[in-house]
T-cell receptor, first 117, second 109 residues
C-alpha cells in the first residue's frame, strides 16, 4: 500500500523555539494532506487540511499563525509549530487520501512526538 | 457527520474471531462507515469501509445492518498484533475524518 513518512519521529525543543515537521507521500501524489494532533490517552483531533498550491484550511480553535502549514509540492507538506510552549507537546500525525481510492481511505504517517521543555 | 457509539474496550483470545460493534443510528443515506485502528504510538491504519453492502478484504469483514444503524467489524482470527484501538467513523464521501474514542481491543494469548 501507499506509504506516508514523517520526519522527525521525535523532537525535543526548548520553549519559545520553532519546530518543523515534514510529511511526505512516498509513492503517490497528494494534493491534500491532513494534520492531526493527539494528546496522551485522547483521540486524534484534526488540526488543518493542507492543500497543494493554496492556503491551508484550519479547524475551529487552531491558531493558523502558530501552526504554519506549507504544502510545497504534491508529495510534501510541512507543519511548523512556532514559538512552541509545553502545552504544544503532543503527537502530531499527518495523512493523505489514497490516489485512485476513496477520499477517506487515508494513509497515515507514523507520527512525530514533540516534547517542549 | 453522524455520531458513532462504541464500547470502551473488549478482549478476545488469540486465534478466535473478534467482533467489534458500532452504533450509528443517525447515519444518513450518503454516509459511509469507515474503520481504522491505531496501534500504540503509531499512526492510524485504514482497515475497511462500506456503504450498504457487507465488505471483506484481507484484513477484516464489515457487516452493516440492513437499516444501516449499526455495524460490526470482524477480525476472523485475531493475533496479538491486532491489539489496538479501533475507530468506527461515519462520514460523507468527501468529508473529513472525525475520530471518537474508539474501542480498545486486547487480544490475549
Amino acid at each position: 500500500g501507499a506509504v506516508v513518512s514523517q520526519h522527525p519521529s521525535r523532537v525535543i525543543c526548548k520553549s519559545g523555539t520553532s519546530v518543523k515537521i515534514e510529511c511526505r507521500s512516498l509513492d503517490f501524489q497528494a494534493t491534500t494532506m491532513f494534520w492531526y494532533r493527539q494528546f496522551p490517552k485522547q483521540s486524534l483531533m484534526l488540526m488543518a487540511t493542507s492543500n497543494e498550491g493554496s492556503k491551508a484550511t484550519y479547524e475551529q480553535g487552531v491558531e493558523k499563525d502558530k501552526f504554519l502549514i506549507n504544502h510545497a509540492s504534491l508529495t510534501l507538506s510541512t507543519l511548523t509549530v512556532t514559538s512552541a510552549h509545553p502545552e504544544d507537546s503532543s503527537f502530531y500525525i499527518c495523512s493523505a487520501p489514497s490516489s485512485g481510492g476513496a477520499y477517506n481511505e487515508q494513509f497515515f504517517g507514523p507520527g512525530t512526538r514533540l516534547t517542549v521543555l | 457527520d453522524a455520531k458513532t457509539t462504541q464500547p470502551p474496550s473488549m478482549d478476545c483470545a488469540e486465534g478466535r474471531a473478534a467482533n467489534l460493534p458500532c452504533n450509528h443510528s443517525t447515519i444518513s443515506g450518503n454516509e459511509y462507515v469507515y474503520w481504522y485502528r491505531q496501534i500504540h504510538s503509531q499512526g492510524p491504519q485504514y482497515i475497511i469501509h462500506g456503504l450498504k453492502n457487507n465488505e471483506t478484504n484481507e484484513m477484516a469483514s464489515l457487516i452493516i445492518t440492513e437499516d444501516r444503524k449499526s455495524s460490526t467489524l470482524i477480525l476472523p482470527h485475531a493475533t496479538l498484533r491486532d491489539t489496538a484501538v479501533y475507530y468506527c467513523i461515519v462520514t460523507g464521501a468527501n468529508s473529513k475524518l472525525t475520530f471518537g474514542k474508539g474501542i480498545t481491543l486486547s487480544v490475549r494469548p
